[in-house]
DNA sequence: ATAGGGCTTCCCACCGTTGGAAGGTCAAGG
DNA sequence: CCTTGACCTTCCAACGGTGGGAAGCCCTAT
C-alpha cells in the first residue's frame, strides 16, 4: 500500500511518515519500482502504535524506545512501566507549573475591576520587582496525595 | 547600560533581547557611539515585565498586547482582564489534556507487572486498534475526583 | 492522449530559545 | 603602548514537531 493509504490507516500524516523514516524513528519503508514507498499491514499497526503514544504526550525519543521494547519480545514489562512512569512524572510536572501560573493568574485577576478605568493589579504585578507568588502548593508534589 | 546588564538586571537573556528587538515586540534600542545598544532604567522594567508575563505562560503575541496596555495610560483594566482570562483558559485546557494523559498512563501502568516478563497492557493499548481511553472525568474539573 | 490525483524531493515557516563563529570595543595591567 | 580578557556586534544554525507549497514524475480512468 502506498503511503496516502498508511496515513488514512493509521491516523499519521503523510508528512509525519517521511519525517519519522528520516530521523530515523522507523525503518525505510519498501520501495516500489517507480519508487513510491510501500507499506505493510505491520507497518501501519506500528504507525498507530507512534501515533497513540504521541496522542500520550511521549515524545518521539522516548517513542523511540518504546517501539524498541515492542519489538523485543524478551522485553521486562518492567523496562516499558519505567518509561511510562517517567512520563507521568513528566506531565504532572508541567501540569504542576501551569496550575501554578492560572492559581496567580486568578488572584491577580481577581483583584482586578475589569470595568473602563486603567488601573490593574495584574499589570501592576508585571511590572513589580518581584510578584505576588501565589503561596500555592505549587511543589511538585501531587494534588491527589 | 549594556545589553548584559540590562539582561542581568531583567532576567533575560541578552540573545532573547535581541531577539525580541528584532521582532518588534520591544523598540529598537538606543546605540553607544560603539554601536553597543544601551538601556535605561526603564527598559530594564519593560524586559522585566516581559520575563514575568512569560513565566505566567504568555505567548509572545500576548504579550506584544499587554504591553500596549502597559503603555496606555488610558486603558481600560477590562482589557488586560480579558487577557489574563483567555490565558487561563488556555492553560486550564491544556492542563486538562495532560491530565487526561495522565489518567490513561496510571491506569494502564496500574495493569503492568512492571517485572521481567514481557507481557505488558502498555504496550498492548499502544499496539490496538482504540485505546482504553479511560473514561476519567478529563473535562475540566478535578483532579482529585 | 489527457486530466486528475497521488507520489517524490526540496525548501520554508512556525515558536522561543540556545549555541557558535568571526570580528569590533572597552578597560585594566604589564 | 600593547596585550589580554570580557564584552559587544551580526549572522547562521539547531532543537521538536508539524504544516504548506513548488516542481516534477507516475498511475489510472476516460
Not at 524513528?25 to 510501500?38: D, E, F, N, Q, W
Amino acid at each position: 500500500m502506498n503511503i496516502g493509504e498508511a496515513a488514512k490507516g493509521s491516523g499519521v500524516s503523510a508528512k509525519m511518515i517521511r519525517y519519522y523514516e528520516q530521523t530515523g524513528l522507523i525503518p525505510s519503508a519498501g520501495r516500489s519500482a517507480a519508487g513510491y514507498r510501500t507499506y505493510t499491514e505491520t507497518d501501519v499497526r506500528m504507525l498507530r502504535f507512534i501515533r497513540r503514544a504521541r496522542d500520550l504526550g511521549f515524545q518521539v525519543e522516548a517513542i523511540g524506545e518504546l517501539l524498541a521494547l515492542w519489538r523485543d519480545r524478551s522485553r521486562h514489562s518492567a523496562d516499558v512501566k519505567q518509561l511510562a512512569q517517567a512520563q507521568i512524572e513528566g506531565l504532572r510536572r508541567r501540569i504542576a507549573e501551569m496550575e501554578s501560573m492560572v492559581a496567580t493568574l486568578e488572584h491577580l485577576a481577581e483583584g482586578c475591576a475589569g470595568d473602563d478605568r486603567p488601573d490593574c493589579p495584574i499589570l501592576a504585578d508585571l511590572e513589580a520587582d518581584q510578584s505576588l507568588v501565589v503561596p500555592a502548593c505549587h511543589a511538585g508534589a501531587g494534588f491527589n496525595r
